[in-house]
Structures are given as C-alpha cells and as structure tokens.
C-alpha cells in the first residue's frame, strides 16, 4: 500500500523560508508523478507544484509562486521536496503531497489527476 508522509512545515515569517518533504513508501517512486497541493479552512484545495516521474526535469507551478517555490526529487530517497523562498502570509496553508502513476514525462496540476495523498503539513506565515 502506498503511503505518503509530509513533513517540514512550520511558522515562518514573511520574506522567511521553509522546505518541505514528502517521503513516499509502498511504490516504485520513479514511476510516479508527484505534486504538492494546499488548502485553507473553508477553501478547495489548489495547485502549488508538480513534476513528472522519471527524469525529474519537467516540472510545473502555479503563477503566485512562480519563481518563488521550486519542486525537486531524489528517487534513491524516494523522497519530492518543495523548497519555498519568499514566502507571504497568503502563502499560510496545509499543504499536501500527492502521487499518481504515470507513463509519461507529463506532470499533473488538477487534484483530479491524483490517486495518493498524505495528511498535510501546516505551514504559517506571519506578516
């Protein structure tokens, strides 16, 4: 069985960095696409950052952070990091990792597109 474990999260203040870790269990991670979601109370959960199994280099990011986070992988580690830099008080969420199988070298940005994902880690920004 598959499991995904997030990990990192913390309270930061504006303009502060965190980096957040996903360590993944129970599947071949090099066949999988991975993304980090984040959701607020009362609020969808949205897109933040994807990128595609295998070789790692195709990746995507939602446009309020772009240029600000960046999604990277080690496979011998079995283990999608998300290092975000800049960060703003609406940057304050659970954020979420997810996984889903995957064929291609595509990376995935609908929640729809996921068939895993862990419980959360809670990331809040002061101002």
């Given amino acids: 069985q598959v499991h995904l474990v997030e990990s990192g999260g913390g309270l930061v203040q504006a303009g502060g960095s965190l980096r957040l870790s996903c360590a993944a269990s129970g ?3 090099s066949m999988y696409a991975m993304g980090w979601f984040r959701q607020t109370p009362g609020k969808e959960r949205e897109f933040v950052a994807a990128i595609s199994s295998r070789s ?10 772009k240029g600000r986070f960046t999604i990277s992988r080690d496979n011998a580690k079995n283990t999608v990091f998300l290092q975000m830099n800049s960060l703003e008080p ?32 809670q990331v809040t920004v002061s101002s």
């Fill in 27 to 29: 599947l071949t991670f």
């Fill in 56 to 65: 790692g280099f195709s990746a995507g990011y939602a446009g309020s952070v």
């Fill in 90 to 121: 609406e940057d304050t969420a659970v954020y979420y990792c997810a996984a889903t199988h995957s064929w291609s070298g595509s990376y995935y940005s609908r929640g729809s597109d996921y068939t895993t994902w862990g419980q959360g880690t």
